[in-house]
């Protein structure tokens, strides 16, 4: 099959809504990450998307929409805090889970009795789910395990012939997936961090339920290895000594032979003289911009060893954290 890019002016968005309409696969620009959709109502245009990507069927989907009003049509039930939620925050980087109704198909939800919902706020993203005129499932456009695909580029180099089309809307915005919570459990629950910071939820809200370093999976995704590039990934834990601590840490692996580089915040990236940096940003908000595309450029410029700056896991500071120490494998320095 041949994977064709298209441009997203209005005529291409149409035509990529007919496909998944009739069942096809079409990767999609959102403000988080490149998601890889199907038609969440025909169960094996699903089965098409974990075929693609490889991913593990217990692995659920979100379920995104272009209006609000569709949440009824796919959730049985919707608590009062969730419609808050809904209200203050969607479209935007964040996900509900509640219970769901039993026209979503179980291979959408890895055969939970719940569903995660998203409206995105990509233009693209909403007139491409509104054109289709279902609801779209998608998970992250890239094969399972790999960094999240953050423009058409990556997702062309992890799909290239398993899709037919990719839609290309340019450079994701936030850059890290969306926030998860639960709402099917009691108390509002953090089940990942994301794209909307939970604090700032938690000013609409009230409390919610954050699990920290948790050694259990609290959703299904979170058990598999992810965000991995084929370097090794090390993060260097917050605390005075870490610029020398991520220098020694490059000097080791130059002096293994293994080419080597940073990734730094602009505060730290000259206290390495001559050795190589990039700079994620002056806040967490870029570095959650820049971080995926650095861990494919380390790909694809050879580099075997990546070590990265931590962050404190406050605001986006949170999303960068789990996203660095999975990427690491839990390596850190
Ligand atoms: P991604 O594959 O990057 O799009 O991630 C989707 C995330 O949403 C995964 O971590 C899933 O485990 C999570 N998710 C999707 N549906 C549900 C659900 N019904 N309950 C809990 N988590 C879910
Ligand atoms: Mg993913």
Redesign the pocket.
Known sequence: MDTVIYKATEENIKKCAEIIKNGGLVAFPTETVY?LGANALISKSVKDIYAAKGRPSD????VHIADKRTVFEIAKTVPPLALKFMEAFMPGPV?A?LPKKSIVPDVV?GG?D???IRMPQNEIARTLISLSGVPVC???ANTSGKP?PTCAKHVYFDLNGKIPAILDGGDCTVGV?ST?I?FTAGAPRL??AGGMPVETIEKVIGPVTVVRNSKVAL????KYKHYSPDADVFMAVPGKDIKQRMADAFDKAESEGKKAVIIAMSELKDSFENRKVWDAGKDCESYAHNLFAFLRKADDEKYSVVICQGVEEKGMGASVYNRLIKAAGGKTI
């Open positions: 998601g692995n659920p989907l979100i996900t889970v939800t939970l719940t569903v995660a998608a998970p992250s999240s997936e998860v639960d089940l990942r959703c299904p995704g979170m």
